[in-house]
């Protein structure tokens, strides 16, 4: 019984040790949980945000494999019907594209009428839209590329009397695209976005051939250089659809500097 009572007092000191050095704490633990309170309507705020840039990310992750090019109504539901099967999914998208061809090429006409893009270059996209529905796929390629050098070295003011910009040049403006211009506020858009500053103008030779042979989205130097015959439906797309991404940068470029 003496040992039970020395072990209860024992425990009570040891308590009451603890209150001691907890005690001086008491503020601090206060005031923790006043900036969790407060923070708590933030972190409720922002769990949507975190959750719509993971479906973003996945959306990238899923389309990249399958090689086609998304345009802006290609929806994030879409691709997660299909999400597990890469195979399954690229054969998806490209009944997408064809079942839905006629809204799709609206929307590409409603961008043009929309950029501040020459008349030129709007009509070599017209025309393009033509070619593709004709089936001359590997005409759209050869139209399009010429037409969006042409608008990068307008909006890198490389374009002067006798002088033309070199495709180092233009390769440049594309890698160096301002921030608030550029990046994309939407998945499909991030996708573009990494073709445009890390594809479509590499450089392709012996050493690297290989890996653009495979590669569903056209290349500046592979098309025109005649190394690559950009000749299917799916490069057709691919292309159309990046041609029309250029077009809304520069256009923003153009808005921007005019404001």
């Known amino acids: ?17 603890i209150g001691r050095i907890l005690d001086p704490l008491k503020p601090v633990f206060q005031a923790i949980d006043k900036v969790a ?3 708590a ?3 409720e705020a922002i769990t949507p945000l975190i959750v719509g840039f993971a479906r973003y990310s996945k959306f990238m992750d899923d389309v990249r494999p399958t090689g086609w090019l998304p345009v802006h109504t290609l929806s994030i539901e879409f691709v997660e019907q299909w999400s597990n099967d890469t195979s399954l999914l690229e054969a998806k998208i490209g009944e997408f594209y064809r ?13 043009l009428d929309s950029y501040q893009i020459a008349d030129e270059t709007r009509s070599t996209f ?3 839209l033509a070619v593709h529905e004709s089936g001359h796929y590997r005409c759209v390629c050869c139209v399009l590329f010429p037409a969006i050098e042409r608008e ?8 002067s009397t006798g002088s033309m910009a070199s495709n180092k040049k233009v390769k440049g403006f594309a890698n160096r695209g301002s921030l608030e211009e550029m990046l994309p506020g939407e998945a499909h858009s991030w996708i573009l976005f990494g073709r445009l500053v890390g594809h479509l103008y590499d450089d392709v030779n012996v050493g690297n051939i290989a890996q653009y042979e495979i590669d569903d989205v056209p290349n500046r130097h592979a098309a025109l250089h005649g190394t690559i015959a950009y000749s299917r439906f799916k490069h057709s797309v691919n292309m159309l659809v990046m041609a029309d991404y250029v077009f809304k940068v520069v256009s923003s470029r153009a808005r921007a500097g005019s404001s």
Request: charged residues 30%.
């Open 1 to 17: 019984m003496a040992n039970e009572e020395k072990a209860n007092l024992d425990l009570m000191d040891i308590a009451t040790a």
């Open 37 to 39: 309170q407060s923070v």
């Open 126 to 128: 017209l025309e393009a």
């Open 99 to 111: 079942n839905n061809w006629e809204s799709i090429r609206q929307e590409f006409e409603d961008n």
């Open 41 to 43: 309507p933030v972190a």
């Open 152 to 159: 990068l070295r307008f909006a890198a003011n490389e374009i």
